[in-house]
């Protein structure tokens, strides 16, 4: 009964759960047909162009969706667990939707995956984790420092999907004097400070009781991205499904 209320509860936040079918060693989630790839096929394609990494208003609009979603999933104490490039798909209302809206849900983008996911409602109020990830680059920093940890998981997959959008390559992170940061130089990119904040936040959590707010560096990002690339990123949009198309095309020959 517990695992039905919470499906529910989750249908309702993301609007993109048709029906769920629950067994006792899995569940199978029904939702739209996202046909156009994930993150991580975008990430690589743009490797083979002169562009090398993802247009800068594309890593802001794929972030600030990124994070309006695993704020929605926080709000209904559920620890996605397993947040990677290769865990978000991208649908047809991707491009459908002309105009950004930051409040709204409907852009095409889709997280899936649940299976690592942790339903916080299950535990006592302030529980907190000290298993590790087996998969090497996605252990939380909270993990390699030997810290407990319950969304933290989750901050640290935001941080490293966009590290692979901003530069195409895994996010690889050091400790000096304390301060998690990513090996990334980000002296080139036109909104270096905002972006050093931001993975600051992510990789520096001060303990499990004082999480940042994931609303807030969204709001931060939607911001910049209104300012300066509201007219660019429809047609970035367009650019981006007919590379993904075309990909998919000379994948299948």
């Known amino acids: 009964m517990v695992l ?127 298993a590790k990830c087996l998969t090497s680059g996605f252990q939380c920093t909270e993990m390699l420092s030997g810290k407990p940890w319950n969304y933290q998981t989750d901050y640290f997959g935001i941080a490293g999907t966009v590290h692979c959008m901003l530069f195409g390559t895994y996010m690889q992170v050091t400790n000096e004097d304390g301060v998690w940061k990513s090996i990334a130089v980000f002296r080139r990119n036109p909104h270096s400070d905002l972006w050093m904040e931001f993975f600051h936040t992510l990789l520096n959590v001060p303990d499990c009781g004082a999480l940042p707010s994931l609303r807030s560096l969204r709001c931060k990002l939607t911001s910049v991205l209104q300012e300066n690339y509201s007219r660019k990123l429809s047609s970035l949009k367009s650019r981006l499904v007919v590379l993904l198309l075309e990909n998919r095309k000379a994948a299948r020959r």
């Not at 899995?26 to 002169?50: D, F, P």
């Not at 926080?74 to 939707?97: C, Q, S, T, Y």
């Not at 930051?102 to 302030?126: K, W, Y």
Request: proline content about 3%.
């Open 4 to 130: 039905k209320v919470r499906r529910w509860r989750l249908e309702i936040k993301t609007h993109s759960i048709r029906s769920a079918h629950l067994f006792h060693n899995g569940s199978v989630l029904l939702g739209e047909l996202h046909n156009h790839g994930t993150l991580l096929n975008a990430v690589n394609m743009y490797k083979t162009l002169s562009d090398k990494v993802m247009p800068q208003p594309l890593v802001m609009y794929f972030t600030i969706c990124i994070l309006h979603m695993v704020e929605q999933l926080h709000g209904v104490r559920i620890i996605h667990a397993d947040i990677k490039p290769d865990n978000f798909l991208l649908g047809e209302r991707f491009l459908d939707n002309k105009c950004f809206d930051a409040e709204n849900m409907d852009h095409g983008l889709v997280l899936i995956d649940l299976g690592q996911s942790i339903d916080m409602e299950l535990f006592p109020q302030g529980t907190a984790f000290t």
